[in-house]
């Protein structure tokens, strides 16, 4: 599985470049990490697209590694909406908090030496779950989940 520090470092080097559209590696981690930053406002539009293009009518025709997610990136006055993507469970250090932990790094208080998240803040949490594997940690909390602390977006 590869690792969601290219990720976060892909997306957050976009925004400070104020690109309009960012291709990634088609992988179900991407495409769910992606999924969240679309649900939670940080990103437009996503596609499944080639290398080239973000053209799902081609997306079956290539191979996998020719296969990528078109994110479009959205801007408010003409300032990125998204300012900092970080990593919180590296390969060295793995961050897994119950739900009562995660319950306090959303209400504001810290957890395992994690900062609290701030307003409009969000962590992204990999769960034991296979009907909902990746959530937003408020989702998570909702549904009385634990899991992987993966990353955090504001």
Not at 22 to 37: E, G, M
Not at 64 to 75: N, S
Not at 108 to 119: E, S
Request: one cysteine or more.
């Amino acid at each position: 599985m590869p690792l969601p520090h290219d990720l976060c470092a892909r997306v957050q080097n976009a925004f400070r470049a104020r690109l309009r559209h960012i291709a990634v590696p088609h992988t179900t981690q991407n495409l769910a990490i992606l999924s969240i930053l679309l649900r939670t406002g940080f990103l437009s539009n996503l596609t499944r697209g080639t290398i080239t293009s973000p053209s799902p009518a081609d997306f079956h025709g290539v191979g996998e590694p020719q296969r990528r997610i078109w994110a479009e990136l959205k801007y408010r006055d003409d300032r990125p909406v998204l300012s900092n993507m970080s990593l919180v469970s590296m390969p060295s250090r793995r961050v897994f908090m119950n739900a009562g932990e995660i319950r306090g790094i959303c209400s504001g208080r810290r957890a395992q030496m994690i900062k609290p998240l701030g307003l409009g803040e969000i962590a992204v949490v990999k769960t034991r779950s296979k009907e909902h594997e990746w959530l937003e940690a408020r989702e998570a909390l909702m549904l009385g989940l634990d899991g992987e602390v993966v990353c955090r977006a504001r």
